[in-house]
């Protein structure tokens, strides 16, 4: 079954440049989440989108950017990098509820693992 | 505002040892909660789950029960093996938004 994939897995960065990552959810998911986790750290919400339109903010810095496109996949933007940015992000996407009800299960990508020297 | 407290790791065990991860939560309302495990250079993987007080989520011999009492959600397993070594995270979900909010998982060694 297709999952969700995320690039690139592995980015090395120096202070003050820009990346970007993307995500590609699974085909009918309708939202799709981001998530940043620093070492040792909780996962902690940055942002996510439902049906192309921003959906929920959370702690995500005014330096990183997001949008997901027509095609649903999702694409983050970070500029003025600090080595504290330094961290493993997550993508998921969810699936439409029923009823906007029930129990909401995220499928995650594996990650991509950025480095800020 | 919603958090997720686990015991910290790593838990090391044995093969075939019994397992328990500690997981509480503060929330409002009555919260969805979850164990996600994140085996190594994968993503996070929805192990089970609970939506209701008493409700008993279970797969793969895990287990935990949604305890509004103690706003606990604790993880068992009876037996571990090698290949249950992975990152487990508990979680919830809450509110109109259905965000999760993490703990920060808990790490399981299992030798053989």
């Known amino acids: 079954a297709a999952g969700v994939i995320q690039s690139p897995r592995h980015l090395i960065k120096e202070k003050r440049e820009t990346a970007t990552l993307k995500c590609y959810p699974i085909p009918r998911h309708d939202t799709v989440y981001w998530y940043q986790q620093g070492p040792g750290q909780d996962p902690q919400f940055l942002i996510s989108?439902?049906?192309?339109?921003?959906?929920d903010k959370g702690s995500i810095p005014d330096r990183f950017s997001a949008q997901q496109f027509s095609d649903y996949h999702s694409e983050l933007n970070m500029s003025s990098l600090e080595l504290g940015d330094s961290a493993l992000y997550f993508c998921?996407?969810?699936?439409?509820?029923?009823?906007?009800?029930?129990?909401?299960?995220?499928?995650f990508g594996a990650g991509s693992r950025l480095t800020v020297l | 505002g919603d958090s997720v407290t686990q015991m910290e790791g790593p838990v090391t065990l044995s093969e075939e040892a019994f397992l328990t991860i500690n997981c509480t939560y503060t929330a409002t309302g009555y919260p969805s909660l979850f164990w996600y495990v994140q085996y190594p250079g994968e993503g996070l993987q929805l192990l089970l789950k609970?939506?209701?007080?008493?409700d008993k989520g279970s797969n793969k011999g895990f287990e935990a029960t949604y305890r509004k009492e103690t706003t606990s959600f604790h993880l068992e397993k009876g037996s571990v093996q090698v290949s249950d070594s992975a990152v487990y995270f508990c979680?919830?979900?809450?509110?109109?938004?259905?965000?999760?909010?993490f703990g920060r998982g808990t790490s399981l060694i299992v030798h053989p």
């Open positions: 609970a939506t209701k007080a008493d």
């Open positions: 979680a919830l979900s809450s509110g109109g938004s259905y965000i999760p909010t």
């Open positions: 998921a996407s969810s699936a439409p509820r029923a009823g906007g009800s029930g129990a909401n299960v995220l499928t």
């Open positions: 989108f439902y049906e192309k339109m921003q959906s």
